[in-house]
């Protein structure tokens, strides 16, 4: 028997290009996860008439309205068990959270940041990449606490800082490994195979790769 897909309620504050690529991978029938709410604290945000354009109900909480953060996590509450969600998956959320609502989803919301965590929590993280002269920048997928950017760490993805590179041109390159990497995180996830275990994720089977990304690359070493 098939188990019963997990149902993902995703919040977003803007265009949502990390949400768009968690509901093209749930058009698979043989994706765990089926996408049944987005929700975003700008009305205005693009993302909501992506979802709506997709049939997935969308609905913008404009969290200046509301006279607390708690108040507006309510609502957020509210409409999140109304649609039955299993798990949170937030893409571009730019909230902080109070603890009560981390903890009221505790091992059951995931956030995607553009960045290898820990380094460069918080926001500007291609900038401070950059000015760290870091050679490989990356994108973290984990499971969210009360801390900004912590969790247990389920799934990284590394791209390499090229000469020349801006913000901009840093940032386009992790994007696209973004959605890449979200999706597979939470299938990991959701079936289990990736699980929380004390504050580390512990995976049923390893599953690493043995290959390493060299940035610069090796073969710089044999050019004159």
């Known amino acids: 028997m098939t188990p019963a897909k997990k149902r993902v309620g995703i919040l977003i504050s803007g265009r949502g290009s990390n949400m768009r690529s968690l ?4 058009r698979d029938p043989a994706y765990p996860a089926e996408i049944v709410v987005v929700i975003s604290n700008r009305p205005d945000a693009a993302g909501l008439s992506f979802a709506k354009e997709n049939g997935i109900p969308a609905l913008g909480l404009d969290h200046t309205r509301y006279e607390s953060r708690a108040h507006f996590e309510g609502q957020m509450q509210t409409v999140l068990t109304a649609s039955k969600v299993d798990l949170v998956a937030c893409a571009g959320f730019m909230r902080l959270m109070t603890e009560g609502f981390v903890e ?6 995931l956030n995607i940041h553009p960045s290898l965590l820990p380094l460069f929590k918080g926001l500007h993280t291609h900038e401070r990449a950059l000015e760290a002269g870091v050679r490989v920048a990356g994108c973290t997928v984990h499971v969210v606490r009360p801390g900004m950017d912590e969790g247990p760490i389920i799934a990284q993805a590394a791209v390499p800082v090229v000469s020349g590179d801006t913000p901009e041109t840093l940032g386009a390159r992790v994007l696209a ?3 890449k990497l979200y999706p597979h995180a939470l299938a990991l996830y ?4 990736a ?3 004390g504050e580390k994720i512990d995976f049923k089977q390893t599953i690493n790769q043995n290959e390493a990304l060299f940035s ?3 073969a710089l070493a044999s050019t004159p």
Do not use: C, F, K, T
């Open 23 to 26: 509901i093209e991978a749930a």
């Open 104 to 109: 009221a989803w505790r091992d059951r919301m």
């Open 177 to 179: 490994a973004e959605h």
């Open 190 to 193: 959701v079936r289990g195979n």
């Open 195 to 197: 699980r929380v275990i």
């Open 216 to 218: 610069p690359s090796l």
